[in-house]
């Protein structure tokens, strides 16, 4: 095999997004603390600072999660209030943790962590077992589409490392996850305090033959994690240099939402629906064959039509949802409840309209995964499918194919706060 | 042609930052990037670059100039906007004390970094500028790391980060009433060593700072500083010639230098992929109290 230079192979390195979940006293800091020191992406003055507010405190041992809580108010109050990013890499890849509370605003919260992510690690506390909480995580792990679903059962050092309390937990999550839409979800018994499976295999744990966390999240298969089939292409922006040398140059700018285009391609321009050939792909002064998601490109048409912020190119052959009636699953996120029949501005690619609700048809029960169409108030952390009217035709695809195209947000226009996250069935 | 570029993680960056940066052109009127002559604005500003290509960066680059700078930055802030023809909108923290606006710290550890951030708020007032792109990146400090992508600041040009606006896939959300403004930071994914892996692949021109020279320094609280008209040494502080680089450049007066041979963007890499002390490490601006970064970004600070 041929020898890389460190600075080379960092090149050549896959990146994965990862979401952590779990409620207030499982051990998510720890873990987190325990993945970044294994892996040795906690610094010398890191520790030493935490070392320092721990003794500060009064505090007995380090406090992994002061590394984690990074504002005032969560170091004072020992909580995590906010989504934190965190990074780390292997020699296999770089990694990045959407670290999200496990505290009241769970939903919301779980929910900006999950819309990008690649895998959802999801803890259990071996003597608690599968609670509300765990079907929560596994239904809005699935409600969002996340590919890979990692069950960590953690402090089993406090269950004397059973098998028995592990295949108990993973038998009640198979059995509550059935009606779930998840493709892919791994078990591992772990203690993230003593380190037990999650970058070093667990002496303890002999019964366990599975890989550690860290391997796991290593070697997931996540290229196919982009829809590969439809190629969509929102259009961002429109260049056009206006200079002697450019002095024709009109390219549409964007980054390519799912699928490929390549050079020659037959395709049609949404909204208009015009067809026409793609003539060139550019990047800085790259001349592409192809483009592919996620890349950011430049395309150029061998026609000159009207496209513009917000158009669409789609395949000739392919088609795409179009119209101003949709119906979608919504995460609410704002303080104040959804309005009935109000009227929201909605964000969907590269488009700004806007919308209004039409019906809440039903609103889940996330704790028992019931659909209850008798409540039909939405506030803040609900989970519900309602149907909008939008001023103009979206064009889309159903989110279970395309998290990029079946993907909104809305916004509340007098406070301008993204107040839902909506999903298109 | 040339082939189709691998995704891989840094080439995934690189397409979130474009998409990023060119978000911002799209729904502003009238957004600025901040440049202070470092590594990070010079990779941000070179995204800008590849994002409008072949159309010229539609927007200014700002730099809040402490008057403490070292010469090598300045230097190389000129030479790129001469030799790319971006339009460069420079501020000076002087004009604010000398206005009255803030006033000079004094002591051994006086800093106009902290005092950059009045000149930074006049000037979005002033130009009536309603997104700063800045070059944060949330692996740096701890409370970088709640950082959005799209930080929505108050008519004050104040951060509130229990108040952030959750931030799905990748719809970003501009809006905001008259006089607020935004703060966006296309790079906020990266980290250091994404940064400088970027800098080789991408063959970027940096200043000569980053790389090892002989310069004279002293040291205090078990950093090595730069020799410099602006910082007022004790009389027991003795100066004298070593080998150094600078893993981060500032302010004069709070950016830490590291005794270093490396002369090559490979040596950085190689350095940094051993080090056990973090970026900002050096730093004394993040020394001065538990949440000094949290605090400084409350008032407006980048």
Redesign the interface.
């Given at each position: 095999m041929e020898e890389k230079?460190?600075?080379r192979s960092?090149?050549?390195?896959?990146?994965l997004r990862f979401t952590t979940a779990g409620s207030v006293d499982d051990g998510k800091s720890t873990l987190i603390g325990r993945l970044l020191y294994d892996s040795k992406a906690i610094?010398?003055?890191?520790l030493e600072?935490i070392e320092r507010?721990s003794i500060k405190k009064g505090e007995e041992y380090v406090n992994l999660a002061l590394?984690?809580?990074?504002?005032?108010?969560e170091?004072e109050q020992g909580i995590t209030?906010?989504?934190?990013?965190?990074?780390f890499?292997t020699p296999k890849?770089?990694f990045?943790i959407a670290d999200t509370p496990g505290h009241v605003q769970y939903t919301?919260?779980m929910?900006?962590g999950a819309?990008?992510a690649n895998a959802a690690v999801i803890l259990v506390d071996a003597r608690h077992g599968v609670i509300e909480q765990t079907i929560r995580h596994a239904y809005i792990a699935s409600l969002l589409r996340i590919p890979h679903v990692i069950v960590c059962v953690n402090k089993m050092d406090l269950v004397e490392f059973k098998q028995e309390v592990f295949d108990e937990i993973q038998q009640k999550f198979h059995e509550f996850s059935s009606h779930l839409d998840l493709h892919d979800v791994r078990f591992i018994p772990i203690s993230a305090l003593l380190g037990d499976n999650v970058v070093e295999r667990s002496k303890n744990m002999d019964w366990y033959q599975g890989p550690t966390l860290l391997y796991l999240l290593e070697n997931l298969y996540i290229s196919n994690d982009y829809n590969q089939l439809d190629a969509r292409f929102p259009v961002?922006?429109v260049?056009?240099?206006?200079?002697t040398?450019?002095h024709d140059?009109r390219g549409y700018?964007?980054?390519m939402a799912s699928g490929t285009f390549r050079?020659g391609d037959r395709v049609k321009v949404l909204p208009s629906g015009f067809t026409t050939t793609i003539k060139g792909i550019?990047?800085?002064?790259?001349?592409?064959?192809?483009i592919?998601a996620?890349?950011?490109g430049t395309i150029l048409l061998e026609d000159d039509l009207d496209v513009s912020?917000g158009c669409m190119i789609i395949p000739e052959e392919n088609g795409i949802k179009q119209g101003q009636d949709v119906e979608l699953m919504i995460c609410w996120?704002g303080d104040k409840p959804m309005v009935p029949g109000g009227k929201y501005?909605l964000?969907?690619t590269?488009n700004d309209l806007r919308c209004m609700i039409k019906e809440v048809k039903y609103k889940v029960n996330i704790n028992t995964l019931e659909k209850d169409y008798t409540d039909k108030a939405i506030g803040m952390n609900d989970i519900a499918c309602i149907s909008i009217r939008t001023t103009k035709p979206l064009f889309y695809d159903s989110y279970r194919v395309n998290?990029?195209t079946g993907?909104?947000?809305l916004?509340d226009e007098a406070t301008?706060?993204?107040v839902g996250?909506g999903m298109i069935i | 042609m040339s082939e189709k570029v691998p995704i891989n993680h840094l080439r995934e960056l690189e397409s979130e930052a474009i998409f990023v940066i060119r978000e911002v052109v799209a729904q502003f009127e009238n957004p600025v990037m901040l440049f202070s002559g470092g590594k990070d604005s010079i990779v941000m500003y070179h995204l800008a670059r590849k994002a409008f290509y072949p159309a010229k960066v539609p927007f200014p680059l700002m730099h809040i100039d402490t008057g403490h700078n070292f010469q090598e930055t300045l230097d190389f802030r000129d030479w790129l906007v001469k030799e790319t023809g971006v339009q460069l909108i420079v501020r000076y923290v002087q004009d604010s004390i000398d206005q009255g606006r803030v006033v000079e710290e004094t002591g051994y550890n006086a800093s106009r970094n902290k005092l950059q951030t009045v000149t930074l708020l006049d000037a979005i007032e002033e130009l009536k500028i309603d997104c700063a792109m800045g070059g944060g990146r949330r692996d740096e400090e701890k409370a970088r790391a709640k950082e959005r992508f799209f930080s929505h600041r108050d008519e004050f040009g104040q951060w509130d980060p229990k108040n952030q606006r959750p931030e799905l896939w990748n719809l970003f959300n501009g809006r905001k009433n008259i006089g607020e403004h935004f703060r966006v930071f296309p790079i906020s994914n990266w980290t250091e060593m994404d940064v400088w892996q970027y800098i080789l692949l991408e063959n970027i021109a940096i200043p000569s700072l980053y790389f090892s020279h002989e310069r004279e320094v002293f040291e205090r609280d078990g950093v090595l500083y730069a020799k410099s008209p602006y910082i007022k040494m004790k009389d027991t502080e003795k100066v004298e010639k070593r080998i150094v680089r600078f893993r981060t450049i500032g302010d004069a007066t709070c950016t830490g230098a590291i005794e270093s041979k490396a002369n090559s963007v490979e040596d950085i890499i190689r350095e940094v992929a051993a080090t056990r002390i973090t970026e900002r490490g050096g730093r004394a601006d993040d020394k001065r109290s538990e949440a000094a970064m949290e605090d400084r970004k409350i008032e407006g600070y980048f």
């Open positions: 230079t460190i600075e960092y090149l050549d390195m896959e990146l610094f010398q003055d890191q600072a507010a590394l984690t809580d990074g504002l005032r108010a170091r209030i906010d989504v934190a990013y965190r990074y890499h890849r770089k990045i919301r919260n929910v900006t819309s990008t961002q922006y260049i056009r240099p206006q200079s040398e450019y140059y700018a964007g980054r050079v550019d990047f800085w002064t790259d001349h592409l064959d192809s592919t996620p890349q950011s912020r996120l501005a964000k969907h590269t998290r990029v993907s909104l947000i916004i301008n706060v993204t996250a | -």
